[in-house]
């Protein structure tokens, strides 16, 4: 793995523009799938996909051009609300899963894998309001451990072998200073360790089959070194307690915050972030890229060049991340700009849509999975 040069970078700018016109389609899609590609070296590419909130359009199964592009494109799904406690747990006593049985039954009827995403989303921001109000009585410690396990437990029965993967643990550590989140579930638990323990043990024992992953969004952008300190101590806690994590989940929410002068694209530290995934692979974990998209703040407001930007971007980071052999499937959090969370959560500072994902508004493929798809053919086996 080596650092990308100026001149790398504008070939790699050069390159992406050059891909769109290059692309063979069939019935309008690109040709070979990103998913077949991935699959060359024993992998697959994915796509979140959900719902939208009720009464929206704004998920697969109200908009049959964005079904398209899924079922062309990818060969695993992980659901992008439906599994979450607030969407799942309306009450201490109650499943809904009316939502994610749906999305299950979208992935079986097109023979996708599909992963769990996510059985502890450990922060307080995230979890149902009820939590945070929730009496767990004089016994708080096994009330809580009850609580836990018996979503887990759930879950894992209900869906069985239909679930390959789960986020069992998503963002547990503080970005801010590396220490771990607390929620009211975990102070009743006994602390954000045991709580994290348990949840790793008790997927274990329900989904022996699947592969069990600590999710996390930490990145390769100045700003994360306290948030993938704190990572790295996670993962080294969980090895010397024998918690049974497969897997570090990067979320690869890629942030264009600020050009480099020296490459053209966006500023990130390459160094620093190779070596925390050489300590994560050193412990013996897998990896799997989990919610991949781009933000493109910095980028020009021509779409052109944003695109280019965005394609060499993000071709730069996967170039990297496919160099290892442990690196595992690939999803993004979205594949059209129309349905993509940035629009809302963080939008461009012009007002104008981001453009962060494969495809455009109107469904149409983008140099940037044209810098996906070169990246797949060029990635290494995995192990």
């Keep these: 793995m080596t650092d990308i040069t100026r001149r790398q970078s504008l070939q790699l700018l050069l390159g992406a523009a050059a891909c769109a016109a290059a692309s063979t389609h069939v019935f309008g899609m690109p040709e070979p799938s990103l998913d077949s590609l991935a699959r060359r070296t024993g992998r697959r590419f994915g796509t979140a996909i959900g719902q939208g909130q009720p009464g929206s359009n704004a998920g697969p199964f109200a908009d049959p051009s964005y079904r398209r592009i899924i079922e062309a494109d990818c060969g695993i799904v992980v659901a992008e609300?439906?599994?979450?406690?607030?969407?799942?747990r309306p009450t201490p006593d109650t499943f809904d899963f009316s939502g994610f049985d749906q999305l299950i039954d979208y992935a079986k009827a097109h023979s996708m894998a599909v992963r769990g995403h996510t059985l502890l989303w450990h922060k307080s921001k995230w979890m149902p309001d009820w939590e945070?109000?929730?009496d767990f009585g004089a016994n708080p410690v096994q009330a809580a451990e009850a609580m836990l396990t018996n979503h887990i437990a759930t879950i894992c029965?209900?869906?069985?072998?239909?679930?390959?993967?789960?986020?069992?643990?998503?963002?547990?550590?503080h970005d801010a200073d590396g220490e771990l989140e607390e929620t009211a579930l975990s102070k009743a638990l006994g602390g954000a360790e045991a709580t994290i323990d348990l949840a790793f043990h008790t997927a274990r024992e329900h989904a022996p089959h699947a592969e069990l992953v600590y999710n996390d969004y930490m990145g390769w952008e100045a700003g994360n070194d306290a948030h993938r300190t704190g990572v790295l101590k996670l993962l080294e806690g969980l090895r010397k307690r024998n918690v049974p994590v497969d897997t570090l989940g990067l979320q690869s929410h890629l942030i264009v915050n600020s050009l480099d002068p020296e490459t053209g694209i966006g500023r990130r530290e390459e160094?620093?972030?190779?070596?925390?995934?050489?300590?994560?692979?050193?412990?013996?974990?897998?990896?799997?890229i989990t919610?991949?998209?781009?933000?493109?703040?910095?980028?020009?407001t021509d779409i052109a060049a944003r695109d280019a930007g965005v394609a060499a971007y993000a071709r730069a980071y996967l170039d990297m991340m496919l160099d290892y052999k442990e690196m595992g499937d690939i999803l993004a959090?979205?594949?059209?700009?129309?349905?993509?969370?940035?629009?809302?959560f963080?939008?461009?500072?012009?007002?104008k849509p981001v453009r962060g994902c494969p495809y455009d508004?109107?469904?149409?493929?983008?140099?940037?999975?044209?810098?996906?798809?070169?990246?797949?053919?060029?990635?290494a086996p995995r192990a």
């Design 271 to 288: 160094k620093a972030w190779q070596a925390f995934v050489d300590e994560a692979v050193g412990m013996g974990y897998g990896l799997v």
């Design 361 to 379: 508004h109107d469904f149409k493929a983008k140099p940037l999975r044209d810098a996906i798809a070169a990246s797949l053919k060029a990635a």
């Design 81 to 88: 609300n439906e599994m979450k406690w607030q969407w799942l």
């Design 132 to 134: 945070a109000a929730h």
């Design 291 to 300: 919610e991949f998209d781009v933000q493109d703040k910095a980028l020009p």
């Design 333 to 344: 959090w979205g594949l059209s700009d129309r349905y993509s969370w940035l629009q809302g």
């Design 346 to 351: 963080s939008p461009r500072d012009d007002g």
């Design 157 to 173: 029965k209900r869906y069985g072998h239909a679930i390959v993967s789960y986020d069992v643990v998503n963002e547990a550590v």
